[in-house]
Nanobody
Framework: VQLQASGGGLVQAGGSLRLSCVVP????????AGWLRQAPGKESEFVAG????????YYADSVKGRFTISRDNAKNMVNLQMSSLKPEDTAVYYC?????????????????????WGRGTQVTVSS
């Protein structure tokens, strides 16, 4: 079972991209979801998270005000709208969910808050 992310690509600094992910679990509407990323030579890092209900979101400080996470439980999808992209946003982006804690209402702020990752999509921002 794979989460499938799409929407990555090459963009100039200041540009925008929208990432999407289809989550292949019927219970998706009960899972927290998020996006993680890993730049070359660096550890993976938390980017954004969204509660199962969609009413609470969390962001890494580095992307606050520029990225917006959303979800459509009817379509089993989670999205990441990225604006004002910077070269330091260059990374492989992964869609992730937490299947271990249905209806979780705590904070989402770490890679460890998610137990299932999908195949990543490359985002490259040129200066």
């Amino acid at each position: 079972v794979q989460l499938q992310a799409s929407g990555g690509g090459l963009v100039q600094a200041g540009g925008s991209l929208r990432l999407s992910c289809v989550v292949p679990w019927r219970a998706f509407s009960t899972f927290a979801a998020g996006w993680l990323r890993q730049a070359p030579g660096k550890e993976s890092e938390f980017v954004a998270g969204i509660m199962w209900s969609g009413d609470i979101t969390y962001y890494a400080d580095s992307v606050k005000g520029r990225f917006t996470i959303s979800r459509d439980n009817a379509k089993n999808m989670v999205n990441l709208q990225m604006s004002s992209l910077k070269p330091e946003d260059t990374a492989v982006y992964y869609c992730a969910v937490d299947t271990s804690r249905p209806w979780y209402r705590g904070r989402l702020e770490n890679v460890g808050d998610f137990n299932r990752w999908g195949r990543g999509t490359q985002v490259t921002v040129s200066s």
